[in-house]
């Protein structure tokens, strides 16, 4: 069984999710042949020399100690966490991967994408999205220091997140013909993906072929998961007890 999780969008802000992600992984992620993390795991990523931030640490400790124990995990980089690089890999002790990925199961083959490709009538997002995956881009980026790049990520996302109030919501979907011509640029007709937040099965046809697109949940106060075997995915969700902490309200 393959296990696909995305969009957790993990960070200090967020102690119970941490706790939530650590306790899927003692859980139910111990069952997958290969855990796939699709893409925003972390709220965002500014470099592996971020390693040393405790909730990073914390992330990557806990990954690493699920590898050790016989997981075999990997990794597609997100638009949260594209920066992500070997020394985050190593750090936690997985696999990182490019996207687009095809697994077979089955009879089936799967197109694996994070899904912020699909959404291609966002143009604004898509002009952003060419210029940060550009190698050159990111060496420029990453040669920054750590606080500037930081803060830097800080603005876009303010910037971003108003901009999301404003667009029409049908934009950051994704694009039909998109997801067409990626299937059958894949010669498939089977998807799974992540980024919208949209959580669904879209059963439809493509070139007279029966085709299936399956959206992975985010994470809010839940862990959220889909299980790939032979007969096809199982869409999991589970509210796990989290360790009782002080309440920072109380300070
Ligand atoms: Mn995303």
């Keep these: 069984m393959h296990l696909f999780i995305a969009d957790l969008h993990l960070s200090p802000a967020r102690p119970l999710l941490l706790d939530l992600f650590e306790q899927f992984l003692a859980g139910p992620a111990r069952r997958a042949e290969r855990l796939w993390i699709l893409g925003d795991l972390f709220e965002y990523w500014a470099g592996d020399d971020d390693l040393d931030d405790p909730g990073n640490a914390r992330i990557c400790g806990a990954l690493a100690g699920a590898a050790r124990n016989g997981l075999d995990i990997a990794f ?62 990111q060496q420029e980026f990453l040669a920054r220091p750590l606080a500037e790049r930081r803060a830097i990520i800080g603005a876009v996302r303010n910037r971003s997140d108003a901009e ?84 920072p309200r109380y300070v």
Excluded at 210 to 227: F, G, K, N, S, Y
């Design 76 to 137: 597609l980089p997100g638009n949260r966490d594209f920066l992500c690089g070997p020394e985050f890999a190593r750090a936690a002790g997985l696999t990182l991967l490019q996207e687009p990925q095809i697994l077979a199961c089955g009879e089936q083959r799967w197109l694996i994408l994070h899904g912020d490709s699909l959404c291609t009538d966002d143009l604004d997002y898509q002009r952003f999205r060419t210029m940060v995956r550009d190698s050159a881009w």
């Design 164 to 247: 999301k109030k404003q667009k029409a919501a049908a934009i950051m979907d994704v694009n039909g013909n998109a997801v067409e011509q990626a299937l059958r640029a894949a010669g498939v007709t089977h998807l799974l993906h992540g980024h919208t937040h949209r959580p669904a099965r879209h059963a439809f046809l493509l070139d007279d072929h029966a085709a299936q697109r399956w959206v992975l949940a985010d994470w809010t106060d839940r862990a959220c998961w889909l299980e790939l075997d032979a007969a096809g995915p199982t869409a999991l969700t589970a509210e796990l007890s989290a360790a009782a902490r002080p309440d």
